[in-house]
């Protein structure tokens, strides 16, 4: 489970995140939708330990990022913004290298290395070096590194972003799966379809700040919209107004 | 090392052995910069003519006997030279021409001035000392004749002669041994800088500019058994690059006849293994030093960029050795670098430990290295780190 509470964070005179605060819920999937720019990828950089907060805490499984930062790396899978695969190792040895970090090591390491190849279909890239891969195949990479120790809480920043539509399903059916099996998924995207078709709670951003929390038909009832889409329009648009008004 | 850091460091040397390109800039200066050596040193080898005595070719050489014994008393085989005009270059073999008049022995009975000209070739060190070596046993000739000629009017040759001035060469070392002996500290202080450069560049400005620097800090390990994961590659490539420029100068030396160098090394069982001592803290600061410069850049490109200005630091400092180790100040020489160029010359030049430089020197790598590690380590808990180029 991943509790942030009050969180702000600015770049200089950027103030990328003011006051943010939800919750994800183990066997959840829970979703930051935010247009770009709203907050989404530093409030998960926060969760992954990567950069300090201005004020607030980040709390995963009862762990404080900010005062146990390692503690809080082990019990979560990151998926970043960016694959940043090495690419003169093949895809064994680039998975290897990070569950060694999270303690697997001989037999174990090479029973988890198995079966997520198996759980994601990709027995064919496993001794290739990851150079030259389609995004696809490093998306898959980076996703398996991301599962590989089993930690308790996933996080995703926009996971689809340019993959088509088999890797997107494919992901999909990775994400629910993980959900079913009591994980936290928290991921963050602008893909509307892609989150109302995935997600239990929706946390929806814009300029740094939570405008609206709940499930996706929630959020379409509180804005009185047909869709999710409308409702993300009207709800981040209202909060808009309101931060012009309080200027 | 622990296990987090021993992780990276396996992870990293696979990483860099698979670069061919990275293999090549990392080794080729070890392997090419001793043969280079090597050749120069075969190229430069002077000691056969040094050691062989200095000729003068003498025209009319019939007419000066006295002047051939004291010639060759002083040393210098006088050989005939043929012809009354001045050469326009030296016969081969040969350190000077004299020519004199053809009837010189006329004139020396007679107890004329004799006008005599001196054709030498002062392009090369050898040139300048054999030409001076005659020049000044003719001079001392003309005093001898000088002190005769008095001796034979009455008057004590001291009266002419107030001083009688010995003079004695007090430098330890010939000017071409000294800067061949400054050219292979240079080889050898260079081979870790560019053995390291590379790969330093690769491992952190690479990981920031390829995106895996955010993955990486993503998980469970500190920062500080990152950099020391990482600088514990970029010196097993630095200590290997330095070795092997020792070994590949061991081997091309060994072509070199034995007796023709400038230099006396003393390179043996003895004192290989304190050079290796002595050469290994400092690889592994310059490793640390590389990799301290290699994490304020986000490219590749940058970084090469910096570090290669940082290769500027040993080459010029190695130049000053070379060329001003008599005007700078003792103390001077116990600055980095200049530290260990005087320790590992002391040991292979003269066979001899220089406990206070060696000391010095494995004292600033050990700090050096601490400080770099520490404040690179420092760095990389920035959030800026997160930013590619």
Redesign the interface.
Known sequence: MIIVKNIAKAYGAVQAVKDMSFQADDAKITTLLGANGSGKTTTLRAISGLLKTDGGNVLVDGINVAESPMKAQARLGIFPDSFGLYTRLTTREHLAFFAEMHGLSGARLAAAIDEVCEKLNMADILDRRTEGFSQGQRMKVALARAILHKPANIVLDEPTRGLDVMNIRLLRRILLDLKAAGHCVLLSSHVMAEVEALSDHVVMMADGVVCADGSPAELVALAGQANLEEAFVVLTGQQAAAERNAA | MNR?AF?IYK?EI??MM??RRMLIATFSFALLGPVFMGIVFLLTQDNEAEARQARLALAHIEQAPGLVAFLEKAEITVVAYDGDEGPEKLPENVDAVLSIPADYGKMLEDGRVITGHLFVDESSKIGIDKGRQIDRTIEAYGSYLAGLRLTARGVPPAVVTPFAISKYDLSIESFVAQTMSGMFLMLIIMAPFIGGLAVAVDTLAGERE?????????????PRDVILGKLAMVSTFSIASTLLALSTFLLAISFVPVGTLPIALHLNISTVPLIVLQLIPFAILIAAAQLFISIQVKSFKEGQSYISMFMMVPMFTAYLKIFGAGKISSSAFYFPILVEMESLGSLIFKGEISASHMATSIAIALVGTMVFTRFTAKKLES?VM?D?A
């Open positions: 987090m992780i992870k696979m990483d698979r670069d390829r995106h895996s620097m955010q993955s990486l800090l993503a998980q469970p390990i500190s959030e997160l590619a």
